[in-house]
C-alpha cells in the first residue's frame, strides 16, 4: 500500500506565519504608539537611576559606621568606597577614575570648592612607603588636582613621610591615628 502525501501547511510552515504576524502587528502597535513606548523608557530609565541611587546611598550609609578594625577586614576597592563616602558625607564630589583599568595613580578624585584632590587609598597591613606618594602625585598631575592624598588604615614609613613634605605640591598623609578626621584635613585645602 503506498503512503499518501499529505496536503496542507506544515507545523513549522504555520509557526513562521503566526510569528511574521505577531512581528507586523508589534511593528504597528510601536509605529503608532512611539510616544508612549518612549515615556516608558523614560520611566523606566528614571526609575533604575533612582534605585541605583538609592542602593549607593545604603552602602554609603553602612560604610560610615566602620571602625578602625572593621576597615582592617575590608578589601582595597571597598576601602577605597568608604574613603569616597566619608568625603562625599562631608559634602565633597568624589568619583573613582579606576573603575574602567588604570586609575594613573589616583583611586578617588576628590573635589570641593574648586579644589581638587588625588586620593591614593592603602589597605595594607604593612606600613605605606614612599611608592604609594609616588602614585598619588602622578595622579594629581594627571587629572590636574591641586593637591595629593594618601589615605591608610594603616601607617607611613619614614621615607613616605619624607617625600611627602619635599613635594612640589600639597600631600597629605592620612593614616590610622587622622582617619576620623580625614574629611577635616582634606578641607583645609579649600
Known amino acids: 500500500m503506498a503512503r499518501r502525501k499529505k496536503s496542507g501547511l506544515q507545523f513549522s510552515q504555520i509557526m ?32 533604575w537611576i533612582a534605585f541605583a541611587r538609592a ?5 554609603q550609609e553602612r560604610l560610615l559606621g566602620l571602625t ?12 577605597e568606597v568608604w574613603v569616597g563616602s566619608v568625603l562625599e558625607a562631608a559634602g565633597w564630589s568624589c568619583s573613582f577614575p579606576g573603575q574602567g583599568g588604570g586609575d594613573f595613580g589616583a583611586d ?14 592603602k589597605r595594607w597591613k604593612k606600613k605605606v612607603g614612599n611608592r604609594a606618594v609616588q602614585e598619588a602625585l602622578a595622579g594629581a598631575q594627571y587629572y590636574r588636582c591641586s593637591a595629593a592624598a594618601v589615605v591608610t588604615q594603616s601607617s607611613f614609613t619614614k621615607a613616605a613621610v619624607e617625600q611627602a613634605g619635599s613635594a612640589y605640591m600639597p600631600v597629605l598623609l592620612i593614616d590610622r591615628s587622622s582617619l576620623s578626621d580625614m574629611a577635616a584635613l582634606l578641607s583645609k585645602l579649600t
Do not use: H, M, T
Not at 55 to 59: D, G, L, M, T, W
Not at 68 to 79: A, S, Y
Open 16 to 47: 513562521a506565519i503566526v510569528a511574521l504576524v505577531v512581528l507586523i502587528k508589534v511593528g504597528e502597535f510601536v509605529y503608532e504608539n512611539w510616544q508612549v513606548l518612549l515615556v516608558l523608557a523614560v520611566l523606566g530609565l528614571g526609575l
Open 55 to 59: 542602593r549607593s546611598k545604603q552602602v
Open 68 to 79: 578602625p578594625e572593621d576597615l582592617d577586614l575590608l578589601n582595597g576597592k571597598d576601602f
Open 108 to 121: 578617588v578624585l576628590a573635589e570641593k570648592e574648586g579644589v581638587r584632590v588625588a586620593i591614593q587609598a
